[in-house]
């Protein structure tokens, strides 16, 4: 059973920085790719940037510049460096990992408000 614990959301003004973590856990093979999520109120769930294993990256455009996403294989966790926050970045954040199938996190509030 494979298990993702997220950390690392909260309040933050306008500017502001926060970095998420998501460590998986419990998988036999290797994972794929590890990516982050969001979803606002009212917005449907969209992706916010992804890592493969060799170490490839893909940003939606609005957070180009702002975040950045990494991982480290070995402990199974992939992280989201988030710089210049905007309240537009507002949402529940959600970790996704690929292993053969897909899995998700439970989810952190990241609110950005002044």
């Known amino acids: 059973q494979v298990q993702l614990v997220e950390s690392g959301g909260g309040l933050v003004q306008p500017g502001g920085s926060l970095r998420l973590s998501c460590a998986a856990s419990?998988?036999?093979?290797?994972?794929?790719?590890m990516a982050w999520y969001r979803q606002a109120p009212g917005k449907q769930r969209e992706l916010v940037a992804s890592?493969?294993?060799?170490?490839?990256?893909n940003y939606e455009d609005s957070v180009k510049g702002r975040f950045t996403i990494s991982r480290d294989i070995g402990k199974n966790t992939v992280y989201l460096q988030m710089n210049s926050l905007k309240p537009e970045d507002t949402a529940v954040y959600y970790c996704?990992?690929?292993?053969?199938?897909?899995?998700w996190g439970q989810g952190t509030q990241v609110t950005v408000s002044s």
């Open positions: 419990g998988n036999r093979f290797s994972i794929s790719i």
């Open positions: 890592i493969t294993r060799s170490g490839s990256t």
């Open positions: 996704n990992v690929v292993i053969g199938v897909t899995y």
